[in-house]
């Protein structure tokens, strides 16, 4: 199994523009986190799916930020309009519900807004 | 907020066993201990988990203490290959998510 794999893994965009971020989940998963990595916060959950359906989104810091399942092997966490604050590393991770025993993470997108 | 306390930074020489610590004291009775392990760069890394057995996998053991207010990883034989940030979460397993505090900086020395 490839594992979990994001794209792209790096992204330097503009102020104002959009970003979208992608990630394939290991194909069996039903549980998918999005997560965000900055030196100041650490490791935040923003959301997460289960069987494609949103749960809690509560960690996602504002109306920019969107995340989408449309199916169980893809996912889509965008911002529009991005702003410098965004520039983190963000990951996802999957693992299989109810046990959620072992989550399996990506080797991250890392964003830099200028 | 992250239910565990954990040192900040350790060392350990090459060879020798790392033993991380963890403070749960909060812990409730279903709850487990997850540890994960974060390498320069790339994403974490699920280690092992228990509930109040000590457990063992090819990675690590996990030493749960018998009022589970604490734990140890222990890494047998270190490597510099082990140098990663390290996290201890308490969960309710397949509660998520998985809330990550600032972990232990471990510092593998040839």
């Known amino acids: 199994d490839a594992g979990v794999i994001q794209s792209p893994r790096h992204e330097v965009t503009e102020m104002g523009q959009e970003v979208t971020l992608r990630c394939k989940p290991i194909?069996?998963?039903?549980?998918l986190f999005w997560y965000r990595q900055t030196m100041m916060r650490g490791l935040e959950l923003l959301i997460y799916?289960?069987?494609?359906?949103?749960?809690?989104d509560s960690g996602m810091p504002e109306d920019r930020f969107s995340a989408k399942m449309p199916n169980a092997s893809f996912s889509t966490l965008k911002i529009q309009p991005s702003e410098p604050r965004d520039s983190a590393v963000y990951f996802c991770?999957?693992?299989?519900?109810?046990?959620?025993?072992?989550?399996?993470f990506g080797s991250g997108t890392q964003l830099s807004v200028l | 907020d992250a239910k565990t306390t954990q040192p900040t930074s350790m060392d350990c020489a090459e060879g020798r066993a790392a033993n991380l610590p963890c403070n749960h004291s909060?812990?409730?009775?279903?709850?487990?201990v997850y540890w994960y392990r974060q390498i320069h760069s790339q994403g974490p890394q699920y280690i092992i988990h228990?509930?109040?057995n000590n457990e063992t996998n090819e990675m690590a053991s996990l030493i749960i203490t018998e009022d589970r207010k604490s734990s140890t990883l222990i890494l047998p034989h270190a490597t510099l290959r082990d140098t990663a940030v390290y996290y201890c979460?308490?969960?309710?397993?397949?509660?998520?998510?998985?809330?990550f505090g600032k972990g232990t900086r471990l510092s593998v020395i040839a």
């Open positions: 991770a999957s693992s299989f519900w109810p046990t959620n025993e072992k989550l399996f």
């Open positions: 194909s069996g998963h039903n549980s």
């Open positions: 799916f289960n069987n494609n359906v949103p749960i809690d």
């Open positions: 909060t812990i409730s009775g279903n709850e487990y």
């Open positions: 228990g509930l109040k």
């Open positions: 979460i308490v969960n309710l397993e397949g509660n998520t998510p998985l809330v």
